[in-house]
């Protein structure tokens, strides 16, 4: 086993000891073809060859048939998978002594981030793009994901060649109905985001409302907080104000503001119907 | 140095071209331009766009849309536990 190959096994079992549920690697120059300057890796570390991307925390079986929508929200624990990302990039300092920068999980400017986490999922071949938008790994389904770019020189992964979209009851359901689940319970031509279809059985997204998605993923959060703000400084009663102030849309926001690190997704919906995000298993 | 504010009149000619090419709407047959590349195109300056980019994102739909989408998240998370769980007692009506 070569150097390279020996690094890149030491530290995707570290990974995987870590709770990753899984790890793959992409060649940092592969983000130029699809991400626009100032998103690629060597634009946050110059001298980046490679990316290591990690996936997991998924919601357990119980959060997807939760009656109350707001517990998937509070169960988005991206911060479980993002520990993970940070203690690689300790050991990719401490023990192969290379650079390495744990990917920001906020945004670099408005709702922009760093870097694309899922297209960093998706060439490291951890998963593909969903008709719905969310990378879904063949095996697991939907999982959050967190990357460090390093400038180590691992060996990189090939891309996923087996999509998990469309699943096979979505692809029957196409040929039944002209639709699939995520279609039907968010469509784009009746008040929804999405819009798509199967072609040769392969899943083609025609139209997505990204501004009302942001609505209903960020309904109490940064976006519902400023929209709410500013109604409340339009408002010349000082009573009226009040309501709005003390009232349960600013109350829940400040909330998820408050804890925004298991807050920041707050609509599951196209991935609560998907059968490839995630398995509905009998449980008693 | 002042604090920089976007002009509201250049922000109302260009948002709508600038959320278009942008990062933020991403496709997944094309890559959205940079801020910069936007200006380019546009002939502003990178500050501006981004300014422009960032109000955009929050300006596409009025507050009511936020309300919308509460309505719309507990009824598909009740029909889905509905479904899953073979209990339709638990259907929102």
Known sequence: MNDSAAATKQMKSLALKSGATVVGVADAAAFDAHAPAKHRPADLLPGARTVVVVGGAQPRAGDWVATSPWVLSTMGTTERIQGVGRRLAQAIESELGHYALFVPPGTASGDTPFLSLMLAAELAGLGSRSLAGPVLNRDHGFMYWSAVITTAPLDVDPPDAAPACPAAPCREMWEREGTTPCLRVCPIDAGGCLGGRLEDQRPVRTAYDAGRCQTRVHTHWVGGFQKLLEETLNEPDRERRKMLVYGDFMTRTLWAITYSSTNIAQCFECMRVCPAAHGLREMR | ?93
């Open chain 2, 1 to 93: 140095m002042t604090f920089f504010r976007l002009d509201p009149t250049v922000y109302a000619r260009h948002k709508d071209e600038v959320l278009r090419l942008s990062n933020s709407f991403q496709t997944i047959e094309q890559r959205g331009l940079s801020d910069r590349e936007i200006a380019d195109r546009l002939g502003l300056d990178e500050r501006t766009v981004t300014e422009i980019r960032v109000v955009a994102e929050r300006d596409c739909y009025p507050l009511d849309e936020w309300e919308r989408a509460i309505e719309f998240k507990r009824k598909a998370c009740a029909d889905w536990a509905a479904l899953a769980l073979k209990r339709p007692d638990l259907k929102e009506p």
